[in-house]
């Protein structure tokens, strides 16, 4: 079986896999990293978002072969040793609920902050759209993004 | 272990004027236990075993609604028989023990504790947790303060009443302070508390009543929060199962021999659901169950479509009972609902280990005894469930599925065949295609009027299939109601829960019961989610009639001034009748139920290609809401799944199947189709303790067709309204 070499939130990994196997099997249960969760294993309901080399993508529709050598973010990596300002922004706002589906929340709007950082609610609606919370958190979620935003100015960074 | 109980201590008239008992469980440290007391434990009380690990019968056992540890280090543990799926339960405990613990907030976990025939209620569901517990834990938490103080007044030999308490610590006139952890072995061993045990009043309220975050919202945004499937249990083998392509089909020959040999396969095993395949990961057991050459029976329902489905319910309506004398006008109004998955993000889940006579088993479960039981019978143990062990896990969302515990018994089916710990888990098309539904339903509503546009009856007849009752429903009703009833069939449930809140002379409201073989379980709101927005649905049907305006009428004929609060405070926050464009329109429905009232008003636009919802404003009449946030939670997300199962959302049946298979057919609202602000209004009439999970449904539904009706001219009757999806 191959091996495959990449970072994974800021450290390297090797991993035996077929080529083909999903990085989601491949983080949950051959690194355990749990953070992001099957909801779907097809793409539609965004439980799983990470990032990759800075982007965010599906682990579930991700062949392994296809991030070797590259830069794997899931929600363990994402504020280093503190709380990323968007995680902060989610806690302020009490977003969550069940909580299955935020750390792909979370993902995708680090990633739509990263590319749009004061985000109308037409940009919100059209970056997070493919994110489904059942408990229906949506409104929250929306204060958290700008809540986000205006932190992220004002602290003059990106994310 | 043989706990010795300390005489019951009287406690306390709770807020609700009924009475709860505590008493401390021998232990190392402080551990005060509590429950409604319908009636005091028995003498054999003093044999209980409160914290033991397991034990025989049950019948020289104290039963208990929760306890309360102090540990020795100041934390504070509440150990109740609930489950946290998102509702917000543990935060909400946790508010009430640190209010009358005088403690912070950090300082108090909350656990949910394992199936045990000795928990009164150990159900989640029916928007009672904080209904029915609120009154034990203020009990329990006020009688563990006056021990720590009673303690401390022992240690320093001075009066008890003479002391304080504060960010878990007592406090002395002369600025002495004990922390809790250092009181807790002592307080465990004070006979009579010399402080008043009893709650505060809420006017005293510090923490409860006050917007506060969840205590679990660091670990979900840092990915720590675990579910099911993210447990440590060694030496699990992931499991998936091949499923019919029908609800409840079955297996009539299979073939694993190709699947067998596929990459890190495990074993097959033949379940009563299907064939289950265990690998060294989910992607490879994913690939083997692709494998397996497996031929189908037919499931009980193969001849049933949507279509059928509704001839049956339309059937069982029957003839129009005679209107009441001095009838003018018989308004008849029709409507269907469809069946609903509850589809909560975390598929169903199960981790189990069954080692000779011993089974163990992790799951979000929303009834873990119903578990218990029901893995016991599948293992031949039905006479001793006791060697099952049920840890319920936090859920990634119920909804009510969680009642419902097959995956727990295919887990233990499997561990005992491959002699190895599992974790099976269903893939989204799994949970949409095979789970217990929402049932479909037909409704006719026959409004009578008399002279003068007065209102002289109101007839609902509903056609349901039967819903399936988790049994702890009995327990639970029995216990809120004081009234007892060991079983709840369809029709005692619908009796309890469906009411008209208007004064419209001679109203009644049947259930037609139908027998479909397709799963059934309880939803959001249960009943009410079809009975009660039918209803509000058709009083704008009848104010349109009267030529009346809906707000108007309905603060005309309501029965209840939290109802007429509710409504006024929509009406005027939601600015009822501003001028708005053609084609966009308000719409308003109200709601009483578990002890709760609620009304919304929401603005749609018709104009595009689907109804776009512009604005939902809700007022909530709770009582005493414990965690505002969590309440206002509650009600956004109620008001999404609404807005979801009115326009887009909802299940069909094909020849017995389920057609939905994932978020991409079963249409729940997105974020572009959710407003951007659900405005909700908290009004407070007293100090009761209202139900909040389900409240925020079916006024939400009901108050969007109303919206649409208003604004296109027509009357939505069947549901959802974009039966292709949005």
Request: charged residues 20%.
């Amino acid at each position: 079986m191959p091996v495959y070499q990449f970072t994974l939130n800021g450290g390297t990994v090797s991993v035996e896999a077929p080529m083909d196997m999903p990085l989601l099997w491949v983080l949950r249960e051959l690194l355990g990293v749990t953070g992001p969760k099957y909801g779907c294993g097809v793409g539609v309901c965004g439980a799983c978002t990470s990032h990759l080399d800075g982007q965010a993508f599906r682990p579930c529709m991700q062949p392994v072969s296809g991030v070797a050598g590259r830069q794997v973010t899931t929600i363990e990596g994402l504020g280093g040793q503190g709380l990323h300002p968007v995680q902060q922004a989610w806690i302020a706002e009490d977003v969550a609920q069940c909580g299955f589906c935020q750390p792909g929340q979370i993902m995708a709007a680090v990633d739509l902050l990263r590319k749009n950082p004061q985000p109308s609610d037409a940009d919100i609606d059209a970056a997070m759209s493919e994110n489904v919370c059942r408990c229906g958190t949506y409104v929250r979620i929306r204060c958290a993004i700008k809540r986000a935003a205006q932190t992220l100015q004002s602290e003059g960074g990106g994310g | 272990m043989a706990d010795t109980l300390e005489p019951d201590v009287p406690v306390s008239e709770g807020i609700d004027r009924r009475r709860f008992l505590t008493w401390v469980v021998a232990a190392p440290t402080l551990v005060v236990a509590a429950r409604l007391g319908l009636d005091v434990p028995s003498a054999s009380a003093a044999e209980a075993d409160v914290l033991g690990t397991s034990s025989g019968g049950s019948s020289n056992e104290t039963a208990f609604d929760l306890y309360i540890t102090l540990r020795s280090d100041g934390r504070v543990l509440a150990t109740l028989p609930r489950t946290e799926m998102g509702q917000g339960i543990t935060t909400g405990v946790a508010m009430l023990v640190a209010e009358e613990l005088d403690t912070r907030l950090a300082s108090v976990e909350v656990r949910s504790a394992d199936a045990d025939p000795r928990w009164l209620i150990q159900l989640t569901g029916l928007s009672s947790t904080m209904r029915y517990l609120a009154g034990p834990i203020r009990a329990a938490a006020a009688d563990a303060r006056a021990r720590l103080v009673t303690a401390a007044a022992h240690r320093w030999r001075v009066l008890a009443l003479s002391l304080s308490t504060a960010n878990g610590e007592v406090i002395a006139p002369d600025g002495r302070r004990a922390g809790y952890g250092e009181l807790a072995e002592d307080a465990a061993r004070v006979l009579l508390p010399e402080v008043s045990p009893l709650p505060k009043n809420p006017s005293a309220y510090t923490v409860v009543g006050q917007p506060t975050g969840r205590i679990d919202a660091r670990d979900i945004v840092t990915g720590a929060a675990r579910y099911t499937l993210d447990l440590d249990v060694p030496g699990t083998v992931p499991v998936v199962v091949a499923r019919p392509p029908t609800l409840r089909g079955t297996v009539q020959t299979f073939n694993a021999a190709a699947a067998s040999a596929m990459p890190g396969v495990v074993g097959v095993v033949q379940l009563p659901t299907g064939i289950a395949v265990a690998a060294q990961n989910f992607a490879q057991a994913l690939a083997a169950r692709d494998a397996l050459e497996i031929s189908w029976g037919p499931g009980p329902a193969s001849h049933l479509s949507d279509g059928s489905i509704r001839t049956r319910l339309r059937d069982a309506i029957g003839a129009r009972p005679l209107p009441p004398l001095f009838t003018t006008q018989t308004l008849e109004g029709r409507f269907d609902f469809p069946y609903l998955a509850h589809a909560p993000m975390e598929t169903q889940s199960c981790i189990a280990r069954v080692e000779g006579d011993r089974a163990e088993v992790w799951l979000g479960a929303q009834d873990p005894k119903y578990a218990q039981r029901e893995v016991a019978a599948a293992l031949g143990w039905a006479l001793t469930p006791q060697r099952v062990t049920v840890h319920p896990i936090r859920a990634g969302g119920g909804f009510g599925r969680r009642f419902f515990t097959e995956v727990a018994v295919e887990a233990a089916r499997v561990s005992r065949a491959l002699g190895r710990p599992v974790k099976l888990m269903w893939t989204r098309n799994d949970d949409m295609r095979h789970g217990h539904y929402r049932p479909a339903s037909h409704h006719r509503i026959l409004a009578y009027l008399g002279p003068g546009g007065s209102i002289l009856g109101w007839h609902h007849r509903a056609a349901i299939p039967t819903v399936e009752f988790p049994h702890g429903f009995g327990d639970l009703l029995t216990a809120l109601g004081g009234v007892f009833l060991p079983e709840v069939s369809s029709q005692l449930f619908f009796a309890l829960t469906q009411h008209v809140p208007y004064h419209f002379g001679w109203v009644t409201q049947e259930l037609r019961d139908v027998s479909i073989p397709i799963p059934t379980a309880s939803f959001r709101s249960v009943f009410t989610s079809q009975v009660g927005v039918a209803n509000e649905i058709f009083i704008d049907q009848l104010a349109r009639a009267l030529g009346r305006d809906p707000v108007e009428l309905r603060r005309s004929q309501l029965k209840s001034n939290r109802l007429k609060a509710v409504l006024n405070k929509v009406a005027l926050e939601g600015q009822w009748g501003r001028p708005l464009p053609l084609g966009v329109a308000q719409g308003v429905a109200v709601l009483e139920e578990w002890n709760s009232a609620i009304a919304h008003l929401i603005e749609v636009d018709v104009t595009g290609a689907t109804p776009k919802v512009l604005r939902v404003v809700i007022a909530a009449d709770v009582g005493l809401p414990i965690n505002p946030k969590s309440v206002e939670a509650q009600l956004q997300g109620a008001a999404v799944d609404a807005m979801s199962t009115t326009l887009s959302a909802g299940i069909h049946i094909d020849a017995g199947a389920v057609r939905e298979g994932s978020f991409a057919d079963y249409a729940w609202l997105r974020m572009s189709h959710t407003p951007a602000t659900i405005q909700v209004h908290l009004v407070r009439s007293d100090d009761r303790i209202g139900g909040a999970g389900e409240l925020g449904y079916p006024s939400a539904a009901a108050a969007l067709a109303n919206a649409i009706a208003r604004a296109s001219g027509t009357m939505p009757t069947r549901f959802p309204i974009l039966q292709a999806g949005a």
